[in-house]
């Protein structure tokens, strides 16, 4: 199985700051296609967890410009570039290069 | 732009089979556009992804739980189908319906999600 690794865990954040988290995967998640097959969620509290950013670096419709993905092979980043209250929840990376599909532990953001 | 939503006993007792439903609406299922599957989140946990079913009828299933995972499609009602038997306690979660659509990248990402349906294992 790809073991998916974020850091950090916990992200306290001050409103209108940047925030990032780092996904690392055990396996190379880029496809001879090109695409990197790693995605980010994000679940707020109380709520199902929802498309943030697709194949490593696409924002899903509707998503908010100050977020952005980057990385390529095992090593992915989430950017926020200035944090709203509204982002407070948990931040999924997941892998869909091969199954089982397999997700981070989740990275809490929080506003200080 | 699909909406899915859960259906299925909250309850269901030790060595028995948990059975549910995702309801489709805003789309057919039956396109070839989607494929759909089912992840679970213990309470205070993470993701688990359950499997996941294709247009061709194929599945593909955690390996942790494939011996007891049967997902299944009822295209005359726009509807899928989670069972998982032989339920313990490790089996509490709530339950996600999810769906993607399918891409030139052959990307399995999950663009749409129910609200999660939480299911208790008694003894």
């Known amino acids: 199985d790809i073991v998916m690794t974020q850091s950090p865990l916990s992200l306290p954040v001050t409103p209108g700051e940047p925030a990032s988290i780092s996904c690392r995967s055990s396996?190379?998640?880029?496809?001879?296609?090109?695409?990197?097959?790693l995605d980010w969620y994000l679940q707020k509290p109380g709520q199902s967890p929802h498309l943030l950013i697709y194949?490593?670096?696409n924002r899903a419709s509707g998503v908010p410009d100050r977020f952005s993905g980057s990385g390529s092979g095992t090593d992915f980043t989430l950017k926020i570039s200035r944090v709203e209250a509204e982002d407070v929840g948990v931040y999924y990376c997941?892998?869909?290069?091969?199954?089982?599909?397999?997700f981070g532990q989740g990275a809490r953001l929080e506003i200080k | 732009q699909l909406q899915l939503q859960e259906s299925g006993p909250g309850l269901v007792k030790a060595s028995e089979t948990l059975s549910l439903t995702c309801t489709v609406s805003?789309?057919?299922?039956?396109?070839?556009?989607?494929?759909s599957g089912w992840i679970r989140q213990p309470p205070g946990k993470g993701l688990e992804w359950i499997g996941t079913?294709?247009?061709?009828?194929?599945?593909d299933y955690n390996p942790s739980l494939k011996s007891r995972v049967t997902i299944s499609v009822d295209t005359s009602k726009n509807q899928f189908s989670l069972k998982l038997s032989s339920v313990t306690a490790a089996d509490t979660a709530v339950y996600y319906c999810?769906?993607?659509?399918?891409?030139?990248?052959?990307?399995?990402?999950?663009?749409?999600w129910g609200q999660g349906t939480l299911v208790t294992v008694s003894s």
């Open positions: 079913i294709y247009y061709s009828g194929s599945t």
């Open positions: 396996q190379s998640l880029l496809h001879s296609n090109g695409y990197n097959s």
């Open positions: 194949l490593a670096s």
């Open positions: 997941m892998q869909g290069q091969q199954t089982p599909i397999t």
């Open positions: 999810v769906s993607g659509m399918a891409t030139i990248s052959g990307a399995r990402t999950f663009d749409y």
């Open positions: 805003g789309d057919s299922i039956s396109s070839s556009r989607y494929y």
